[in-house]
């Protein structure tokens, strides 16, 4: 029986951030800053995006490429 875990190459640096500009109280701009900083710090490339669409296009386009690292979601 083949595993159910798979490992990602290390050609998967790219992080896609999702983040809600409408979502919240208050301003998530430097907590968004600070994990950009700190996933760039371990040598990832990250993007921000605001429209769902783009995001998934480039999700997709990344995955298929195997550079996908992952998708984190901020805001809301």
């Known amino acids: 029986m083949q595993s ?6 290390p050609e998967a640096r790219r992080v896609l951030i999702s983040l ?11 907590l968004i800053d ?8 371990e040598g990832l490339v990250v993007d921000t995006f605001t ?3 783009r995001l998934a296009s480039e999700a997709a386009s990344a995955m298929a490429e195997g ?10």
């Open 51 to 53: 429209d769902i669409d």
């Open 4 to 9: 159910p875990i798979s490992y990602l190459g």
């Open 67 to 76: 550079r996908l690292r992952a998708v984190v979601a901020a805001g809301g």
């Open 34 to 41: 600070r994990l950009t900083e700190c996933l760039d710090s």
């Open 20 to 30: 809600n500009p409408n979502a919240g109280a208050r301003s998530s701009d430097s």
